[in-house]
């Protein structure tokens, strides 16, 4: 039972935060300041319990509430939460003296200083660098009203959920409830940012639409919540179509949260491992100092790159040990039909398909095809955000930020990709790199030159895959060159060869078109075709790049690049991460290997 302690007199709990690669659940809080006192028992009751259900049914993942600590609903949610031992964090929209004058409680003021002081952390929002204003927009806004709908912007596009105690009618000031919550469903603030500056993700269905409403009342006239909605009712609010309030969490979430916690509960079983052989973007010859959060962005790249390799290497082994199990199948198949008609090859051969069938089993079990594919496009997108911030790449518009420009049209079972990044990018969207000091650094870092940064990776990729489909494609020139010999053989010479001599060659002609299958398949398997594009295609984006920022004369026309170059890694990782999930290999595919 949630009791009516004061402030003051909460015990010591203090929230069990873990390193980073424990990745949080993030719950923004949004709410009217003006609570009913008869209602505020039972939500704290509900609050309580559903902040305790939520991490009962995600315990690998820590919970972190994010509250502004205003008046009411904030601190209500940032008591309970203090409470239950959860991080609270207080991202606050303008410097506390100026932000406190809006408190009209003497009281609210003693308790925001109280639980500010127990808070994980707390940082103000840099104030914005450009009108956010619509050009058409008849609301006269003060700088403290684009502060607070900046605050709400921040609020919704940086949590996983966006806890709302709200009466379930619209906003009347800037950065209020009603706001907010249009904003996170529809990326739309009226007179903020609408339609001219939102992006596609109002016309999808992604993974950062979730809010959990408890619908409340205000002490004021005409308080009470929508007539569509029944007092101190509380259900999962969503964009969906046919079911936007449900009782249970809509399952295309649960799916992401899982997946963001299979990714945490990896990053932390091998923390000794990533700590121990990490590449971070983040290394000690940077001239000046980055941002503050850019080492959130870079320990999680770290956890994400590390643990991509690890399932690369799985993946790839189990495709390789298919498929040399596959040739033994094929093998043992041919000397049983041109050598001689003994049942120890056909026992071979089911012995080759259950031993190929137990590791694609196994493989498939474990996820590690999934799991490299995902972590490795986590990288690319925490590669990218890292360089932007380094380098002072912001939005040109307030509420854009750079998990909204990754895999925004591709499939909702990935969306927890975006679901990580926009925790890693917290701390530097409140406060981004704004001077030059590291703009060169990043381009030498990133871009680099034939022989370093992603120019040189690029171009070592696109010769080593080069190579191996030159391979591929002599082997089957090799084959197709030593069946027709035998065929010839066969014509010229047919009864005059011993019938040891004429399975000899049956043998060898099978041997070496099989083993040209087996090549081939794997190539298919890997996606090489499809990879030496895509590492010719970044290769060119890069070199382009390179050449364009040789001939820039501002640091604007540097960033307005790299800007450019960032969203065309994003853009062609979504492709690639689309391209690898349908290459696992099934039972069937192995009986038509080996046959």
């Not at 684009?146 to 000031?173: M, T």
Request: negative net charge; contains cysteine; aromatic residues 8%.
């Amino acid at each position: 039972m949630i009791s009516d302690t004061n402030i003051f007199e909460l015990n010591n709990v203090q929230p069990d935060v873990n390193p980073m690669n424990s990745l949080p659940l993030v719950i923004a809080v949004t709410g009217h300041r003006d609570l009913k006192q008869s209602e505020l028992g039972p939500i704290k009751e509900k609050v309580a319990t559903w902040l305790e259900n939520l991490r009962e049914r995600f315990p690998e993942r820590r919970l972190r509430v994010m509250s502004s600590l205003a008046e009411g609903s904030d601190q209500l949610v940032a008591e309970i939460a203090l409470r239950l031992g959860i991080e609270l964090i207080v991202p606050l929209p303008m410097a506390k003296p100026a932000y406190i004058q809006d408190f009209e409680d003497p009281e609210a003021v003693e308790k925001f200083e109280c639980l500010l002081q127990r808070s994980t952390e707390s940082f103000v929002l840099l104030s914005s660098t450009h009108n956010a204003l619509s050009q058409n927009s008849s609301l006269d806004w003060s700088d403290k009203d684009r502060q607070y709908a900046r605050l709400g912007v921040f609020l919704a596009a940086h949590c996983h959920i966006l806890l709302a105690l709200w009466d379930g009618k619209n906003s009347d000031r800037p950065g209020g409830t009603g706001h907010v919550v249009q904003f996170h469903h529809d990326d739309e603030l009226p007179g903020y940012a609408d339609h001219s500056v939102s992006t596609n993700k109002m016309l999808v269905d992604d993974e950062s639409d979730l809010i959990y409403h408890i619908v409340c009342s205000r002490d004021r006239p005409n308080g009470a919540p929508h007539s569509s909605l029944k007092l101190l009712d509380s259900f999962w609010f969503t964009k969906d179509e046919l079911n936007p309030r449900s009782h249970d969490l809509p399952t295309q979430h649960e799916n992401i949260f899982r997946r963001s916690g299979e990714f945490s509960r990896d990053a932390s079983r091998f923390a000794d491992q990533i700590e121990g052989h990490k590449q971070p973007l983040l290394d000690s010859d940077w001239p000046h100092a980055l941002a503050e959060g850019i080492a959130d962005i870079d320990q999680l790249y770290c956890a994400a790159d590390w643990l991509a390799l690890r399932y690369q290497k799985a993946t790839l082994s189990a495709l390789r040990s298919i498929h040399v199990l596959a040739f033994i199948m094929g093998f043992m198949f041919i000397l049983y039909s041109d050598l001689s008609p003994l049942l120890l090859y056909l026992a071979l051969f089911i012995v080759a398909f259950v031993f190929a069938s137990i590791v694609q089993r196994v493989s498939h079990r474990n996820g590690w095809h999934r799991k490299y594919r995902d972590y490795r496009a986590l990288a690319e997108g925490l590669r990218v955000q890292f360089y932007w911030a380094a380098a002072g790449i912001v939005s040109p518009h307030v509420s854009k930020f750079p998990h909204d420009s990754f895999l925004q049209l591709q499939d909702p079972e990935i969306g927890w990709i975006r679901n990580v990044m926009r925790v890693a990018g917290t701390r530097v969207s409140a406060a981004p790199q704004t001077d030059d000091t590291n703009l060169d650094a990043t381009i030498e870092r990133w871009i680099g030159s034939d022989t370093n940064g992603q120019l040189g990776y690029f171009a070592k990729k696109t010769r080593d895959v080069l190579r191996r489909k030159r391979i591929t494609e002599r082997l089957g020139k090799a084959s197709l060159l030593s069946g027709v010999a035998v065929v010839f053989v066969f014509l010229i010479a047919r009864d005059a060869l011993p019938v040891e001599v004429r399975a000899l060659l049956m043998i060898a002609m099978g041997t070496l078109l099989l083993i040209y299958a087996i090549r081939h398949s794997y190539s298919s398997s890997i996606a090489e075709k499809e990879l030496l594009r895509q590492f010719e295609f970044m290769l060119r984006v890069f070199r382009d790049s390179h050449r364009r920022i040789e001939s820039a004369s501002t640091a604007q026309e540097k960033r307005q690049i790299l800007l450019a170059l960032g969203g065309s890694a994003l853009d062609e990782q979504a492709g690639w991460i689309l391209t690898h999930r349908e290459r696992s290999i099934d039972s069937a595919e192995l009986m038509e290997i080996g046959s």
